[in-house]
């Protein structure tokens, strides 16, 4: 499976677009783009995924880079609870490899 | 959507003793897996529990000291056996329902272990 790099940690003020990148240079051609995210103390969260055309459901919004090597969620207004830890997952449509994500914390 | 439950929600366990959690889940699912997420990390995969057969193993975990189960395609249960301190972690059941259809992988809310 291909490997994913993630920021460490983001700020994003409430009401504002959160912008969460992901590099995945070694994604191959069969393998999608999933995001998940964990908010405290609570199991992952499906929140979008896909192979190569930009995605939009009532979460977020997925904007994959033409060669496939990087990715964009963007959370269009941003909530206190969207205070969670992000993960961008590459891979086919069996097991999740968790990298170690990006903390977005979201501020008043 | 699955809602899928785990019991117990935590536990504290002697060390040298073994726990086993289970996993329900409220629909038919094609796939079932089991991650480890150690204090302050991400989720490791330990395994994918397989309806039927052996659980298929990540490298660095092995069926005697974390034996898996799947009877049937809604439960699933999860050993960890001879625990040390070494072992306290959220353990957390996954499935996804059909991979060729939907992707989308559901979990449960965790076991939270502390091994003393």
């Known amino acids: 499976d291909a490997k994913t790099t993630q920021p460490t940690s983001m700020d994003c003020a409430e009401g504002r677009a959160a912008n969460l990148p992901c590099n995945h240079s070694?994604?191959?051609?069969?393998?999608?783009v999933y995001w998940y995210r964990q908010i405290h103390s609570q199991g992952p969260q499906y929140i979008i995924h896909?192979?190569?055309n930009n995605e939009t459901n009532e979460m977020a919004s997925l904007i994959i880079t033409e060669d496939r090597k990087s990715s964009t969620l963007i959370l269009p207004h941003a909530t206190l609870r969207d205070t969670a830890v992000y993960y961008c997952?590459?891979?086919?449509?069996?097991?999740?490899?968790f990298g170690t994500g990006t903390r977005l914390q979201v501020f008043p | 959507s699955a809602v899928i439950s785990q019991k117990p929600s935590r536990d504290i366990c002697q060390r040298g003793t073994s726990l086993t959690i289970q996993c329900q889940v409220d629909?038919?699912?094609?796939?079932m897996f089991w991650y480890r997420q150690q204090p302050g990390q991400s989720l490791t995969l330990i395994a994918t529990?397989?309806?039927?057969?052996?659980?298929?193993?990540e490298s660095g975990f092995v069926i005697d000291k974390f034996p898996i189960s799947r009877p049937n395609l809604t439960f699933s249960t999860l050993t960890v056996s001879n625990m040390s301190p070494e072992d306290s972690s959220i353990y957390l059941c996954?499935?996804?329902?059909?991979?060729?259809?939907?992707?989308?992988?559901?979990f449960g809310q965790g076991t939270r272990l502390t091994v003393v």
């Open positions: 997952i590459v891979g086919v449509t069996d097991k999740l490899i």
């Open positions: 996954s499935a996804i329902e059909a991979p060729q259809v939907n992707t989308e992988a559901f």
């Open positions: 529990a397989n309806q039927g057969s052996e659980a298929t193993y």
């Open positions: 896909g192979l190569k």
């Open positions: 629909s038919q699912v094609t796939m």
């Open positions: 070694t994604i191959s051609g069969n393998e999608y």
